[in-house]
């Protein structure tokens, strides 16, 4: 693993250890059009400005139109937002940036933008703002050694299954904690008229929460450094015959009949809506969709446990989502900042912290009570060590071809061990491309 891989797999795990989930308590002149972030700035002439967002991340709390309309009462900067389609925003946002039409702000996961959208490549270096001297935990928002990204919230995702904990209790079903017990909870379900699995796979990355849970399990169990050889290409992603399990294994569930029919029709802007109107019991997802869906309805009772691809899995933790980056070529970079100071500020914090239930980020915001799902995955799985990186954390290049082959599980045109040999072969294209040692 090279040098750069290694400050960012060791960033990840760092944020990850770095962040407790239980309830706790530079002066940068932007010059420009637009005013100071605080209430009581002189107003310059009007400016709007740009941020790119995925349309499966409306409910993002950067975005809701109260938050805008202080922001710009405040400053005089208007901000528009440009809706992107969830299963193009890779694409999109990859060509906006390569031809200059680029977004003064992008909502994206820091992640994804090391390898996405070349993030060093593209987007500014926010070590000097000055919110930032008052990060608890500035790991989780960066990476390469610089702070890349903004948020309130340093809790990490956590990936699993989603499911609807009254379901269970109705049907007599405890959490399964092998494969075999899932699969059985799921005829269950099916016998009770109810969909087990909701798969969105029109939108390709939802195909990935499986794998990218299992695959790290694996790992964390059998072959601690994996994923350094994979990445050094001293291991091929087709030698490891367990990888073809895990994905003959999500298939399976689709074949049985335990998902809904149109999987590649559905997508995850749906899945809220199924949950709140019973429709479905579970979903392969990350621990922000039961915020979405008690965020509508708070009487709705959901929690999350590990893909059970092996017994007694581990619980997937992905790195922190949903962040905000301002580009380097941002056509109003002062005003981009200025969001994000403004958004920074304790009070405009503490509201969002206060109603998303977030654990703060910032010294002078406090973090609220947890919510009862967050607070089982800190006693079920955060406190006793029970989880992983998921695999998306080790990843060193785009994973959009991986995600469309599997899609191509799903309508019969590929087999599990020819989705891994494809992405065996693009993903050595990808890190020559790269320039990555061993390649």
């Known amino acids: 693993m090279n040098k750069k891989t290694k400050q960012w797999t060791m960033g990840v795990v760092a944020a990850l250890l770095a962040v407790s989930l239980t309830a706790c308590g530079s002066n940068n002149a932007n010059e420009g059009n637009g005013a100071s972030a605080g209430n009581g700035g002189d107003k310059g002439e009007k400016v709007t400005i740009e941020l790119a967002i995925s349309k499966s991340s409306q409910d993002s709390a950067f975005v809701a139109q109260s938050l805008l309309d202080e922001f710009e009462a405040a400053t005089n900067i208007k901000v528009n937002l440009q809706l992107l389609p969830a299963e193009q925003t890779t694409t999109v946002l990859q060509t906006k940036l390569a031809v200059d039409e680029t977004p003064d702000i992008v909502q994206y996961n820091l992640a994804s933008a090391t390898t996405d959208l070349n993030l060093e490549r593209n987007f500014e270096i926010l070590d000097n703002e000055p919110w930032v001297s008052r990060l608890l935990n500035k790991e989780v928002l960066s990476a390469y050694g610089h702070v890349y990204s903004f948020h309130v919230s340093q809790d990490t995702g956590m990936q699993g299954v989603v499911y609807n904990k009254d379901i269970f209790k109705e049907l007599g079903l405890e959490i399964p904690t092998t494969y075999e017990e899932f699969l059985a909870v799921c005829e269950a379900i099916k016998a009770s008229g109810i969909t087990p699995v909701f798969m969105p796979f029109k939108d390709a990355w939802a195909a990935n929460i499986w794998p990218a849970a299992a695959f790290a399990d694996y790992a964390a169990k059998n072959d601690p450094t994996l994923f350094e050889e994979l990445n050094a290409n001293k291991k091929k992603w087709t030698d490891v015959p367990e990888f073809e399990t895990f994905l003959a294994q999500q298939y399976e569930i689709y074949e049985k009949g335990y998902t809904n029919a149109d999987i590649l029709s559905d997508s995850y802007d749906m899945a809220a809506g199924k949950f709140l109107n019973k429709e479905v019991a579970m979903m392969f997802m990350g621990d922000w969709l039961i915020q979405d869906i008690t965020n509508q309805d708070p009487s709705m009772n959901i929690g999350l446990f590990a893909i059970p691809s092996s017994d007694d899995a581990l619980l997937g933790a992905s790195p922190l989502g949903g962040q905000l980056f301002i580009p380097k070529k941002a056509k109003h970079m002062a005003e981009a900042k ?79 061990k020819e989705v891994l040999a494809a992405w065996n072969e693009k993903f050595a294209a990808l890190m020559k491309d790269k320039g990555v040692e061993g390649f």
Request: avoid cysteine; proline fraction near 5%.
């Open 338 to 416: 200025k969001f994000l100071e403004f958004i920074a500020q304790k009070e405009v914090a503490q509201k969002i912290v206060d109603e998303q239930k977030y654990v703060s980020i910032f010294s002078d915001v406090t973090t609220p009570e947890l919510p009862a799902y967050k607070q089982e995955i800190v006693d079920n799985y955060i406190t006793p060590k029970k989880t992983t990186l998921t695999t998306d954390a080790y990843m060193l290049v785009d994973r959009s071809e991986l995600y469309r082959s599997l899609q191509d599980q799903f309508t019969g045109s590929k087999s599990p």
